[in-house]
């Protein structure tokens, strides 16, 4: 797991000065306006390293939180969640105390106290949300709707932060959106309650990325310390909507469930850790939008462990969706070389003319 330094920047989403953004992990223009030649100014296998992890991690919890609702019948989706932030603050303070030493808990300015409360509040909504989705759904579904979380992330950075992005990057957001649309009309049968809890997760998550985003780059915190800000009263608020929303007497059999549930729920929390700080990680090394348009590579690999272990199957329409969605994913990654090449062809037509 790669930990950011404390120099912060947000490639993926420039200023509004008014000049286009390159790919989120290039290099800004230089002070005359033309592009530098590319040289990353980060190595590129810590990057690397570190969004393998978080795509891994990410495909893996899905399915597991999955199983142990659909498998072990675990009915407490946001008591789960609350657990997940109560692990984070078990392991990530330590964490924290043993990668800074002596300057594990620097001051934090009341402002940024605010702005972490809020954070922590649309993750909580965010998180219990999403669990409670999956709890109607099947995992492939819940993948599908998901994918549609970088165009609510783009419109809230314009809408919020006034920030500009490439024209490619907008047009990519009609094929990623419009291949979630079909896979969603693909599945003829699914739980209306449920969609719309994971329309909100998908809000949710846009929100908190920008929240995210912005906290590293103002504040100069790194992942793990601004993890370790957010767990604690992210686990409070999740634990006391668990009791308010969730103390029914089914509560009584709770301790009567086996011990491969428990296992599962410890890897599920354990797991919550290394993603969360996988994610906040690479927020800080890329920007709120490029993460979730690469969270779209998990639809592969979860449309995979989704037939695997629960035996769903996708339409035709879904599999139409699913490669629409990733043709979207490239454009958007590859939007300057695209432009180039445009750019390139019609000089040459001009030529031949």
């Known amino acids: 797991m790669c930990l950011p330094s404390?120099?912060?920047?947000?490639?993926?989403m420039n200023s509004a000065d008014g000049a286009w953004p390159l790919s989120p992990w290039k290099p800004d223009p230089g002070p005359s306006g033309g592009l530098r030649r590319f040289a990353p100014s980060l190595p590129p296998w810590p990057l690397v390293a570190t969004v393998a992890v978080w795509l891994v991690t990410g495909t893996t919890m899905s399915s597991l939180n999955k199983w142990i609702f659909a498998i072990h019948n675990f009915r407490y989706p946001v008591l789960l969640s609350s657990l997940h932030m109560l692990t984070a603050v078990l392991v990530g303070h330590p964490l924290a105390r043993l990668?800074?030493?002596?300057?594990?808990?620097?001051?934090?300015r009341p402002e940024a106290k605010v702005r972490v409360f809020l954070l922590s509040v649309t993750f909580c909504a965010s998180v219990a949300f999403g669990n409670m989705g999956l709890n109607y759904v099947q995992?492939?579904?819940a993948q599908m709707v998901y994918t549609t979380t970088p165009l609510f992330t783009l419109t809230l950075s314009k809408v919020l932060l006034g920030k500009r992005h490439h024209p490619l990057q907008y047009a990519a957001m009609g094929p990623i959106c419009l291949g979630a649309s079909l896979s969603i009309v693909g599945e003829v049968h699914f739980d209306h309650a449920g969609c719309c809890f994971l329309f909100a997760a998908t809000f949710l998550r846009g929100l908190k990325s920008i929240q995210q985003s912005t906290l590293l780059q103002d504040e100069r915190l790194d992942s793990l310390r601004l993890l370790c800000l957010t767990s604690l009263p992210s686990f409070c608020i999740l634990f006391g909507a668990a009791l308010v929303l969730e103390v029914v007497p089914a509560w009584d059999g709770t301790l009567a469930y086996g011990g491969g549930l428990w296992g599962c729920l410890l890897l599920s929390c354990l797991g919550s850790v290394l993603y969360n700080l996988a994610s906040f990680s690479v927020i800080s090394l890329t920007s709120a939008?490029?993460?979730?348009v690469l969270g779209n590579f998990n639809v592969v690999g979860n449309l995979f462990l989704s037939h695997l272990l629960f035996g769903s199957r996708l339409t035709l329409l879904g599999y139409a969706g699913?490669?629409?969605?990733?043709?979207g994913v490239f454009m958007y990654h590859h939007c300057e070389r695209i432009a180039a090449c445009w750019r390139a062809r019609w000089a040459s037509q001009e030529k031949d003319e």
């Open 289 to 292: 939008l490029t993460i979730h």
């Open 6 to 12: 404390p120099r912060r920047n947000d490639r993926g």
């Open 139 to 141: 995992l492939d579904f």
């Open 322 to 327: 699913v490669a629409l969605t990733l043709s």
């Open 99 to 108: 990668w800074a030493g002596e300057d594990a808990n620097p001051a934090v």
